[in-house]
């Protein structure tokens, strides 16, 4: 099942919406779209000496499923396994969480305006530990 391009591209501009979200708040965006083999980590931010991992969730405003919910166990895996890849790559010994930042987008017309509905900070750990 593919998606289509509209839907691709209001989830890239959901993860923009976000990163500007986040400066905002002061964190500093290290990296957009990591890979890893076939995992993707959609930012990576610091602030305070905390590593922030971030999955972005952009849902159309008449969705059915909550964007959190969208993170079950095995995409908290596979992030988790990207994190770790990225932090022993960049040799990094700083505090780690993993974020959820669920935006909503709505068409209207040609425009896609976005709005970010939730920021859930520390939104699991690895392993549930």
């Given at each position: 099942m593919g998606y289509s391009l509209a839907y691709r591209n209001a989830g890239k501009g959901g993860e923009r919406w976000a990163a500007a979200y986040l400066q905002s708040l002061g964190y500093r965006v290290l990296e957009a779209n990591y890979r890893s083999r076939h995992r993707e980590i959609d930012?990576?931010?610091?602030?305070?000496?905390?590593?922030?991992?971030?999955?972005?969730?952009?849902?159309?405003?008449?969705?059915?499923?909550?964007?959190?919910?969208?993170?079950?166990?095995?995409?908290?895996?596979?992030?988790?396994?990207?994190?770790?890849?990225?932090?022993?790559?960049?040799?990094?010994?700083?505090?780690?969480?993993?974020?959820?930042?669920?935006?909503e987008c709505r068409r209207q017309g040609r425009q896609i305006f976005y709005r970010v509905v939730e920021h859930i900070e520390n939104a699991f750990a690895p392993f549930g530990g």
């Open positions: 930012l990576i931010v610091e602030k305070e000496g905390i590593l922030v991992f971030v999955e972005v969730k952009t849902r159309a405003s008449n969705a059915l499923l909550a964007a959190p919910c969208a993170v079950d166990w095995r995409k908290q895996m596979f992030l988790y396994s990207a994190a770790s890849r990225y932090v022993r790559q960049h040799a990094l010994t700083m505090d780690i969480r993993f974020d959820i930042i669920w935006v």
